[in-house]
């Protein structure tokens, strides 16, 4: 992202006192376009819609929680309603900051940020997809959400230039379709019960209307959402692709999360680590 | 004897009442208190659509007065001012930026416009080079947390180039006490002016001082100003006006 900043003068980025470090040459370079704006989420928004106002494109990054639902409206009215550019990079995923409890976790941020009309949001498993996703959305005129995670997932099939739905494998009449980091557990499922794969790591109206048409026209009978964020945040997007199969919704459990630890802790407490996951696929196959 | 502005202001406020009294709707009292804030920097600075200057409502509920100048100026039509709130129109309760010719910020929600307006100066300051940046505020707006964050900004990156016009007319009183309010602003790094809302020669004096730091002008103001039945009574806040009380406001105005 520096060196985007660095050539393109309309990029703002402002940093809410997190990731201070790693900006520090940037900052040193060019300190009126990045700042340590400090902690002050609804203004820090408010600020970023004034820069966009004015013709830039402010990127904001802070923790998910601090980044999304502290600033709520702000996101909602000053670039929702307003129609403003802007790039808002978070970091934590859903619960990456586990030890530090529920305060530091928002596995509601999809939900949320899909009630806020034109947001589109990228969900990069890997460095790699990142990068590639910064250089193609930053300078594009439009509202972004960049959810990112402490967890890498690396596998040669990912293509990191596509915003797309990318089928993996087509082995079953099952298909799990996998969202952003979840795709490592997808992976690992769906080579555990030979199952097919569709990885989507972006959920625009584009990626959603390809994923709805591929669900449509490929015939499965059974699909399986897995998504690191709350359960349900997606299917209501997808419901043409998903009439007439069977669905089993996994995601994120909606109830708080009281537990520490680690995010593989976590997971295994609240269902999410591959062989519970593995576990539960198998008997909604089953069952049907 | 009346002057030219004296007669501008009480146009102005009949022009607030006839688009409240036509839509049945409106924050009448809201408006009366910042008509001459508005008329001033309206006129005497490039606050107009592509203007150099830019002026955010951030009291969104006060936009008749704004619609009345922005009418009065020819941004926006003689038929759109009597269709306030109507599907016919571009005026609603709360301006549009995406339809208002001159208005450059969708507010409504308290607490929005001014930090906009912080970002806004800090690139006028740091990208463009030039250009005042002024946000009219509501004092009960003051409650929201996100100006004082905003204001921490702008003193913080020395944006003198920001004017906080403060319009003082004590609706806030009921829920929380703000004085001593211009204290307040001057700790958060303010240059602190005091005018008399409604006087004029006072705004204009005030106005030349800007520049020289961040400025908050807390402008004593009479809410429902201009309309004696109006004048601070809480229940007018967002009453609408019967053709008897449009009456008699307007012969109160004439």
Same mark, same amino acid.
């Given at each position: 992202m520096s060196d985007l900043i660095e050539h393109h003068d309309t990029l703002v980025l402002l940093l809410g006192d997190i990731g201070v470090f790693g900006f520090k040459d940037s900052i040193a370079s060019h300190p009126r376009r990045v700042l340590n704006i400090g902690i002050l989420e609804q203004a820090m928004t408010s600020f970023a819609a004034g820069l966009a106002l004015s013709g830039k494109i402010p990127i904001l990054h802070t923790i998910a929680p601090f980044l999304i639902e502290r600033p709520y409206e702000q996101l909602k009215i000053d670039f929702g309603y307003q129609g403003l550019s802007g790039k808002f990079v978070s970091v934590g995923g859903s619960f990456d900051y586990a030890a530090l409890g529920a305060t530091h976790h928002a596995p509601g941020d999809i939900t949320a940020l899909l009630a806020i009309p034109g947001f589109e949001i990228f969900l990069p498993a890997n460095s790699e997809e990142l990068e590639n996703m910064l250089r193609t959305e930053l300078l594009r005129e439009s509202l972004s959400y960049f959810r990112l995670s402490e967890s890498e997932f690396s596998d040669?099939? *990912?293509?990191? /230039?596509? /915003?797309m739905p990318q089928l993996l494998s087509k082995s079953s009449n099952t298909v799990i379709v996998a969202f952003g980091t979840a795709v490592k557990e997808g992976v690992e499922v769906s080579e555990a019960l030979d199952l097919s794969l569709i990885y989507m790591n972006a959920i625009t109206t584009v990626s959603v209307e390809k994923l709805t048409g591929l669900l449509t026209s490929s015939g499965f009978r059974n699909v399986v959402i897995l998504q690191p964020f709350y359960q349900g945040s997606i299917s209501h997007l997808i419901q043409k692709g998903l009439n007439g199969k069977y669905v089993l919704d996994l995601g994120v459990p909606r109830k708080f999360i009281h537990d520490y630890g680690t995010v593989e802790e976590i997971k295994l407490s609240i269902g999410l680590d591959g062989d519970r996951l593995k576990s539960q696929v198998e008997e909604f196959i089953n069952e049907q | 004897m009346e002057n030219g502005d004296d007669a501008n202001v009480r146009a102005l406020r009949r022009s607030i009442l006839s688009i409240a009294f036509n839509a049945q709707e409106g924050h009448v009292p809201s408006a009366m208190s910042i008509v001459e804030p508005l008329y001033v920097v309206f006129r005497d600075w490039d606050v107009g659509e592509g203007g150099s200057d830019s002026f955010i409502l951030s009291k969104g509920h006060g936009c008749l007065a704004l619609y009345a100048v922005l009418g009065n100026l020819g941004l926006v039509s003689p038929e759109d001012m009597k269709s306030l709130g109507s599907s016919k129109g571009i005026l609603g309760g709360h301006p549009d930026m995406r339809k208002v010719p001159g208005v450059l910020a969708s507010t409504g /929600? *308290?607490?929005h416009g001014f930090p906009m307006a912080v970002g806004l100066a800090y690139s006028k300051r740091h990208f463009s080079g030039s250009g005042t940046v002024f946000a009219l505020l509501g004092d009960g707006e003051c409650n929201e947390g996100a100006i004082w964050e905003a204001a921490l900004l702008a003193s913080t990156h020395g944006l003198s180039n920001l004017v906080a016009w403060i319009d003082f007319n004590h609706s806030g009183d009921r829920a929380l006490s703000l004085e001593p309010l211009a204290e307040k602003w001057a700790a958060f790094g303010f240059r602190v002016l005091e005018v008399d809302g409604h006087d004029i020669q006072e705004i204009e004096r005030a106005l030349m001082l800007v520049g020289d730091a961040p400025t908050a002008i807390i402008a004593h103001a009479t809410k429902g100003k201009g309309v004696s039945f109006m004048e601070n009574a809480p229940a007018w806040h967002h009453s609408v006006l019967d053709e008897d009380s449009f009456e008699i406001a307007m012969k109160e105005l004439s």
């Open positions: 040669p099939r *990912l293509d990191p /230039s596509a /915003s | /929600s *308290l607490g």
